[in-house]
């Protein structure tokens, strides 16, 4: 079974930085897209950044580009989000999410939605202060 752990949020002053970290079990397999959602109070859970497979495909948002930065470990399955020059308008909970399935690269590169989601995890907090 998929399990999908957050960790790394928590509360920064506007211009700070944070780390999330998402570690994946129950599975193997490269050929799959891992994206950061994020949910603020009252609004939609909307797409943060994506990578498919080894790393070299990303898909970021308009409002974090330049700003932040996904990756991941495949040999720890552990993706990473990091997050520079934070604003208090990121404040939200961020969530991991994955699917492993043969439109895996498509979805990771297209406006992408969380019911292209699969597998989810339980959420972190990240509040920033102005």
């Known amino acids: 079974q998929v399990q999908l752990v957050e960790s790394g949020g928590g509360s920064v002053q506007a211009g700070g930085s944070l780390r999330l970290s998402c570690a994946a079990s129950?599975?193997?397999?490269?050929?799959?897209?891992m994206a950061w959602f994020r949910q603020a109070p009252g609004k939609e859970r909307e797409g943060v950044a994506s990578?498919?497979?080894?790393?070299?495909?990303?898909n970021y948002t308009k409002s974090v580009k330049g700003r932040f930065t996904i990756s991941r470990d495949n040999d720890e399955h552990t993706l990473y989000l990091q997050m520079n020059s934070l604003e208090p308008e990121d404040t939200a909970m961020y969530y991991c999410?994955?699917?492993?399935?043969?439109?895996?690269?498509?979805?990771?590169?297209?406006?992408?939605?969380?019911?292209?989601?699969?597998?989810w995890g339980q959420g972190t907090q990240v509040t920033v202060s102005s």
């Open positions: 999410a994955a699917v492993y399935n043969s439109n895996a690269r498509r979805i990771c590169l297209s406006s992408y939605s969380p019911a292209d989601f699969g597998y």
């Open positions: 129950g599975y193997s397999n490269i050929n799959s897209c």
């Open positions: 990578i498919y497979g080894g790393g070299d495909s990303t």
